[in-house]
Every structure is written in C-alpha cells, then in structure tokens.
C-alpha cells in the first residue's frame, strides 16, 4: 500500500521589504493540504534564509485578499498568500 501526502500549491507574493529579503516578489510553494498560515511563514523562512525570517516577524497576510487575523488558519484550497510588511506613509 502506497501512503500519498495531499499538497496544495500556494502563491505567495512578496511586497516591498519582504520582496527584497526573499530576492522575488512572487513564487509557489507545495505544503501539505491542512498546513496553516504558521507553516507557510515558517517554510518561507526556512527557504530563504535569515533576513526574511526577520522581515516575516513584522509581517501582516492576505489568504486570497481576506486579512489574517489568526495565523493558525488553514490555509487549505487557499490560491493566494500576500505578505505585507509594515508600511510607512502619512
């Protein structure tokens, strides 16, 4: 018997200083069908390395253009991760 892992693929886009920590502003990424927000992050870290694990800590979510309040949402049939990190403006 053959045991399959269900994935979702994800795109995640990257703006301003996450986009510069990552060195892309959009990719996709395989995580297993009930991974959270939370795992997303932490694989996005992992991935890329220190700079953006640091960006990541300030950032806020859209999962398909709907803010993420709670990042133990799952991220299931979700297309879409925006990463946004703090903006400065007036």
Do not use: I, Q, W
């Not at 959009?26 to 220190?50: N, S, Y």
């Amino acid at each position: 018997m053959t045991l399959t892992l269900e994935t979702r693929t994800l795109t995640v886009r990257y703006f301003a200083a996450a986009k510069a920590a990552a060195g892309t502003g959009e990719e996709t990424v395989e995580l297993p069908a009930c991974a959270t927000v939370a795992d997303a992050v932490a694989a996005l870290g992992t991935a890329h390395g220190p700079e953006l694990e640091r960006v990541l800590l300030r950032c806020s979510f859209l999962l398909d253009e709907v803010a993420v309040r709670d990042r133990s949402t799952v991220v299931g049939g979700a297309a879409t991760l925006d990463v946004l990190p703090p903006f400065a403006g007036g």
